[in-house]
């Protein structure tokens, strides 16, 4: 019981590990999604852009700043010299002279003099060896041009553009994938071909060397099958590295690993027609486009820098209040204590004269969004046309897969009629080989044509903006 326990489980671990390994379309398309880096680097470049939106709507609300400084001076401040002060003394001193000889009983009480000039000069110095300012200033834009709408409409689009681009991208990557991933189905069907192919010369050969003995062939029929078994053993080594280096390259779209053995799902599906849809509105298709739609978004991002710039010719208006502290401060006399006071104003700036500055890089700006609506005609023109290609690729594929199931049809029974003929010594040696060619091309061309109806039902759906 135990050893069917084990086996039980065994067998449902490799059976889990087999399944693992096969994948479908859109299974390898999710991991290549998932794993490759460019887009990974779009979604960074779409998150800063998202924080450009944040931070353009700053623009609207006042902005608060603070400053402070501090100040050491050596020396203080005296609002007169030594000299001067001295004069004043002396007249000081001649008036009380002029005084105490006009009024005799007062001379003595007048006394002290001789100090005035000292504390006058004392008086008039002041303590500016430490100095401490603190500002705190709130600006509100109040007209600012337009530029700060523009901005940030610029932000709103860039950040849309940014969207866009890693969509477009997202696209780019599946159809390289869905390339890959087909190629690789038609390599391992031209590999089970060439295998065919292989053992029928193998036999062919077995079958001449019988004859060769019983003396009904000759040398040259011996070495002309040999020499296309190698050949075709040759084809087949350089068609089973192809499929190598292909499941190589898929892995690395899909973030495998490159010595990863899988197998896909559609190695064994059986080819479908596509039928081509009725394209009957070009401008559903150019909506769905992200390419078009890029493009329209930088035509209105430099439709806004045509705002910016215009802005520089207008004037500007802004709201400003301030609070200053200061220490010392002379709002009442000098002193060395902190006090502030509040300021409150509207400022205006006026552009008057600055040499065509602004005027031509106005037209610079008019002469980009110009530009840029040509691209975007002249993307919708190329868009058109290349629906138009892919829908003719559609049906041509579906035309081309018909005619190659009849051919194959045509030349395995003519490589089956041509086997029953060499055994019954009706044909050469020859004649098989020719029909063996004619096989091998026919089983060429069906899968190419399998291959090729695929690819262009994805083209198709690029082309009108289908979503993968």
């Known amino acids: 019981m135990k050893k069917l326990i084990t086996s039980s ?161 997202v696209k780019d990557l599946i159809i390289t994938v869905d390339q890959n991933y087909w190629q690789i189905i038609s390599l391992v069907h031209k590999k089970k071909m060439a295998e065919s192919y292989v053992n029928l010369l193998e036999r062919l050969s077995r079958d001449v060397g019988d004859m060769l003995e019983a003396g009904i062939a000759t040398k040259s029929d011996e070495l002309t099958v040999a020499v296309k078994l190698n050949e075709a053993q040759i084809a087949l080594t350089k068609i089973d590295d192809g499929l190598v280096l292909s499941k190589m390259l898929l892995s690395q779209l899909c973030g495998l690993p490159i010595s990863d053995n899988y197998s896909l799902i559609d190695e064994s599906a059986p080819p479908t027609m596509v039928p081509a849809p009725l394209i009957t509105d070009m401008e559903d298709i150019f909506k769905r486009r992200t390419e078009i739609k890029s493009l329209r978004l930088v035509a209105d991002i430099y439709k806004k820098k045509e705002v910016i710039s215009r802005s520089a010719m207008l004037p500007q208006v802004a709201l400003m209040g301030n609070y200053t502290l200061m220490n010392p401060h002379v709002f009442n006399g000098f002193q060395n204590k902190f006090d502030g006071m509040f300021t409150v104003g509207v400022g205006v700036k006026i552009p008057v004269w600055h040499w065509g500055e602004h005027h031509y890089k106005l037209k610079a700006e008019k002469s980009q969004t110009r530009s840029a609506i040509l691209k975007l005609e002249d993307a919708r023109e190329k868009v058109e046309l290349q629906v138009n290609k892919a829908l003719f690729q559609v049906q041509e594929s579906n035309r081309t897969l018909l005619m190659t199931i009849t051919n194959m049809d045509k030349a395995e029974e003519n490589l089956n009629n041509a086997q029953i003929g060499f055994h019954e010594g009706m044909l050469t040696t020859q004649n098989v080989l020719e029909a063996q060619t004619a096989w091998l091309k026919a089983s060429s061309e069906k899968i190419d044509a399998e291959i090729g109806v695929r690819l262009s039902d994805i083209y198709l759906s690029k082309a009108i903006g289908k979503n993968f």
């Open 9 to 169: 489980l065994l067998l449902i671990c490799c059976f889990s590990t087999f399944c693992q390994n096969i994948y479908t379309l859109d299974s390898c398309r999710n991991m290549a999604i998932k794993s490759n880096k460019e887009l990974l680097i779009a979604d960074e470049k779409i998150k800063a852009a998202s924080y450009e939106v944040k931070s353009s709507r700053a623009h609207y609300l006042p902005s608060v700043d603070a400053s402070a400084a501090y100040m050491y001076n050596s020396k203080n401040i005296s609002l007169i010299s030594d000299k001067q002060a001295a004069a004043i003394g002396g007249m000081i001193d001649n008036a009380t002279g002029a005084l105490g000889s006009l009024f005799p009983d007062l001379a003595g009480s007048i006394t002290g003099t001789d100090a005035i000039p000292g504390k006058l000069k004392e008086a008039l110095t002041f303590d500016m060896h430490n100095i401490y300012v603190g500002t705190v200033s709130v600006t509100q834009p109040l007209y600012m041009g337009g530029k700060i709408r523009a901005y940030h409409d610029i932000t709103r689009y860039s950040e849309e553009l940014a969207r866009t681009l890693k969509s477009t991208a």
